[in-house]
């Protein structure tokens, strides 16, 4: 997906976490939960990709923080980390938000993607 500057977006960002209903609730449980498996298990590959010079920024960290995140006292999703958020996690000047966003558009989504379409969570 591009947006209107062209840049690749995230489809993560196209689903507003206050419209998920209770049925898509529970797949999205599910869904999260076998990502955070998948990341625990294949975490060492998934590090050695990483933004230049700064290997904490790393896809297994960034698929983590792009995740839909679950409010404990709630129980619904929020939206997850802006890039400007997790630049601040990082201490990463804004000027390495570039960097992050390319770099997960070019190897850490693909990853994703992948797993995704194994498990028969989008299409071929």
């Given at each position: 997906m591009t947006n209107q500057d062209g840049e690749e977006t995230d489809p993560v960002e196209k689903i507003p976490a206050s419209l998920v209903d209770p049925y898509t609730l529970i797949e999205l449980d599910l869904v999260i939960e076998e990502v955070l498996t998948w990341v625990s298990r294949y975490g060492a590959s998934l590090r050695r990709k990483y933004v230049p010079d700064n290997p904490r920024l790393n896809c297994a960290?960034?698929?983590?923080?792009?995740?839909?995140?679950?409010?404990?006292k709630?129980?619904?999703?929020?939206d997850p980390l802006t890039w400007e958020e997790i630049a601040e996690q990082?201490?990463?000047p804004p000027e390495a938000i570039a960097a992050m966003r390319r770099c997960y558009g070019e190897k850490c989504r693909p990853c994703l993607q992948t797993f995704l379409r194994s498990r028969g969570y989008i299409d071929p």
């Open positions: 960290a960034l698929i983590l923080l792009r995740l839909p995140q679950k409010d404990e709630s129980g619904r999703y929020i990082f201490r990463v």
